[in-house]
């Protein structure tokens, strides 16, 4: 069944980009700011942890999931080390994402060349 | 916005955009929502079964399982993006493949390869973020802010 609603819900944040990109005419970049934002937002409410455990991947690989993991790792860190782990703490649960990207980018332009 | 920006032209600049709007083609917006629905749902499937093989063969749990899953993920559409293949999907798909975690490392493997030209340091080290950049500046700010309100919350109560 998770597999339904990671489809679902995946393709609905999808839509909300599509529409934002389309419909209120924001630039790529505009758009993707503006989710991250919203995931961050969402997860202040404590609303997009039930979310991934509703639509798991559908929720966890849209990049809204990116916001919703800066704020997490914030604060499990300010929960042990108060107010200065909001700082120390951002980054601890998104370092995959963003190292993965840097080290195979990396790697692409190693070995690759633009084409066109 | 779109009326700020008209009242500062003069009225035959103003009558060249309108006769420019005119002309522009409609975005197929039914066929976009539909095929950025489909490709979304497709990645996050993906994601979902990649996901189940760390949780079933690699000892990883529901919650660490997120992780190993967008590294694959972005493994995948680095290559893609490097055989240039990715490209030609995201041009049919719009932001079926650019809101997931695809497009996010697609962004910075093409800014990677397109300055590589300009050298490493300031070709592909000085570009690599131009794209994604935005959102790790905004998303870092957005967190902030708000773990900076949630534990002045908890500190307080």
């Not at chain 2, 309108?18 to 066929?31: G, N, Q, T, V």
Request: with cysteine; glycine share 12%; proline share 4%.
């Amino acid at each position: 069944m998770i597999f339904v609603w990671a489809f679902i819900v995946g393709g609905i944040i999808c839509l909300i980009g599509q529409i934002l990109m389309d419909v209120v005419k924001l630039t790529p970049a505009h758009t993707m700011s503006l989710l991250v934002v919203a995931g961050a937002i969402l997860d202040g409410f404590g609303l997009y942890e039930p979310l991934i455990k509703f639509a798991g991947a559908g929720a966890s690989v849209p990049i809204t999931s990116f916001g919703n993991a800066l704020v997490h790792g914030a604060m499990a860190e300010a929960k042990r080390d108060g107010i200065i782990g909001v700082v120390t703490g951002i980054f601890e649960v998104t370092s995959a994402g963003i190292s993965a990207a840097i080290v195979f980018g990396f790697f692409a332009a190693l070995l690759s060349r633009a084409k066109g | 916005m779109a009326n700020n920006k008209k009242k500062k032209l003069t009225p035959t600049q103003q009558q060249y955009q309108e006769l420019a709007k005119r002309h522009e083609p409609p975005r197929p917006l039914a066929k976009n929502f539909v095929r950025a629905f489909l490709v979304g749902g497709v990645i996050c499937l993906l994601g979902q079964a990649i996901q189940e093989v760390f949780i079933r063969y690699f000892h990883f749990t529901e919650k660490t399982a997120g992780s190993p899953t967008q590294a694959v993920l972005i493994l995948i559409s680095v290559v893609l993006t490097a055989v240039g293949l990715f490209d030609r999907i995201g041009q049919w798909a719009g932001a079926g493949t650019a809101v997931p975690v695809t497009g996010f490392a697609n962004s910075i493997a093409s800014a990677a390869i397109e300055h590589k030209s300009e050298g490493y340091v300031l070709g592909v080290g000085g570009n690599m973020f131009k794209i994604a950049g935005p959102v790790i500046v905004f998303g870092v700010f957005a967190a902030f802010v708000i773990g900076l309100i949630k534990t002045l919350i908890t500190m307080g109560g």
